[in-house]
């Protein structure tokens, strides 16, 4: 797909290392750099997102003639590139991160520009687009007269997203949807209130004022509500990751929306397509991780990208990893009061589940009842359960070995020690605990139970 970015651009610089010490001259963390990572970020961000997804991306911008300029145009590769001249230093965001943990951001460059003037070039780029996404960060370029009135008038054959800002421009009318935050959608429709209230009603004034086609108020770890006009507001749910920097999970969502709005999905499926990209970007490492790793394609992951990663920040938090596993086919009461029990004992808990094929081997053909993509999201959906690493053979084994957990629990009877998986885990310094078991909830009890009703 032909995909059109247009909106402004700025340079972010990542200064990673360790803070183990305190400055002699002030009580503040000494951060010993060991890596500087910049990117392309605002509306480059975007494009650089679509690229990364094998979409052919153009970006519509203004730049300036500085060196932090010529890092940005080296940041954005092989991206199209067609600017004008924005007449402004280029805006740079710095931010540093001690063991992956923000600890300060610097600005410079970022007051106000003069109004820039889109030109003839940046006009015609927007032709033969299949999607077009305007990424407004308030620097005035969608503010332009001649712009907004090509956009207006392209909105009425192709899919426009349109990602807000405070300080930017009033999005055209027409535009095939509209995705403010919930802090934005508040405070641009003058709304009191929070969480879906205050999303739904916000989003309902929006969706008048604006004359959008949709509004989609995107909600964090909430989710986002969708609001179009002959819809009753829908809430898309967000699936459960782990994440301590949600920078970009915007920029995702719209880049996604845009591409499912292209294929020629209604706006619900194509909002909840943004939504779990935006959770697998974020679960993946967020834009920390762009260049180092590609997230799924598709399915959210539950093959251990997420698990090991939750693992991985638990640890680098000074936190205890515990982990559980087991095929969990018609999850019940004594499988939550089991699961419960293990997260009381860490800082996570991440389940290991056995793949259809191993329950297969372990329980007979007619097992699994439930397969294993359901069974992953009935588990996660779970508060008490922090990610989901599926496993293929017949013992965990192999899985614990990926995983090495501070603390391996098993629900039974039985003394820890006897159990297999004890001295593997012990290998690490691990240990291995049991917590109680329910005999009166058993699947095999419910199954009969099920055969019996038909």
């Not at 797909?1 to 990673?16: A, C, E, F, H, P």
């Not at 032709?127 to 009425?156: H, P």
């Not at 997420?306 to 086919?329: N, P, Y």
Request: with cysteine; hydrophobic share 45%.
């Amino acid at each position: 797909m032909r995909i059109v970015v247009v909106g402004d651009v700025l340079l972010d610089t990542d200064l990673s290392g360790d803070a183990g010490r305190l400055s002699p001259d002030a009580p503040v963390p000494v951060v010993d750099v060991d890596a500087v990572r910049r990117r392309a970020g605002g509306a480059g961000l975007v494009a650089r997102m679509l690229e990364a997804d094998g979409h052919e991306a153009v970006l519509v911008t203004v730049l300036g003639e500085d060196a932090a300029a010529g890092l940005l145009r080296a940041e954005l590769g092989g991206i199209t590139v067609v600017a004008g001249p924005s007449g402004a230093p280029t805006p740079v965001k710095t931010r540093v991160r001690a063991s992956g943990q923000p600890v300060v951001r610097f600005d410079e460059g970022c007051a106000l520009p003069p109004a820039p003037d889109c030109t003839e070039d940046m006009l015609a780029a927007l032709e033969g687009a299949d999607a077009i996404i305007a990424a407004d960060y308030g620097r005035g370029l969608l503010a332009d007269e001649a712009l907004r009135a090509r956009l207006e008038a392209l909105a009425a054959t192709t899919p426009v997203v349109w990602d807000p800002h405070p300080a930017g421009a009033r999005p055209v009318p027409g535009v095939a949807a509209v995705t403010p935050n919930l802090g934005e959608a508040l405070r641009f429709a003058d709304v009191q209130g929070s969480g879906t209230r205050g999303a739904a009603a916000a989003a309902d004034s929006l969706l008048a004022s604006w004359r959008s086609r949709a509004v989609l108020v995107t909600m964090g770890e909430h989710g986002a509500l969708v609001a179009a006009a002959g819809l009753l507001p829908q809430v898309v749910p967000a699936p459960k990751v782990s994440a301590t920097d949600p920078c970009g999970a915007g920029d995702r969502f719209a880049s996604a929306l845009a591409v499912a709005l292209a294929g020629g999905e209604p706006i619900d499926a194509a909002a909840q397509q943004a939504t779990e990209a935006a959770a697998r970007f974020l679960g993946s490492g967020g834009v920390s991780a762009m260049g180092r790793r590609q997230e799924a394609p598709q399915q959210l992951p539950v093959d251990g990208l997420d698990a090991l990663d939750v693992a991985r920040r638990t640890r680098e938090a000074g936190g205890t990893v515990v982990a559980t596993g087991g095929c969990f086919d018609l999850l019940h009461a004594g499988h939550a009061r089991t699961l419960a029990a293990a997260r009381r004992l860490g800082d996570c808990l991440i389940v290991l589940l056995n793949s259809d094929e191993s329950v297969r081997g372990l329980k007979g053909e007619s097992r699994p009842i439930i397969k294993q993509e359901d069974r992953a999201e009935l588990l996660s959906a779970l508060e008490c359960v922090d990610a989901v690493l599926v496993f293929g053979e017949s013992t965990p084994e192999n899985a614990i070995s990926r995983l090495q957990p501070d603390i391996w629990v098993k629900g039974g009877d039985y003394a820890a020690e006897d159990l297999p998986e004890a001295a593997l885990v012990s290998s690490w310094g691990g240990r291995t605990v049991t917590v109680p078991y329910i005999p009166a909830r058993s699947t095999t009890k419910l199954a009969a139970a099920l055969a019996r009703v038909g």
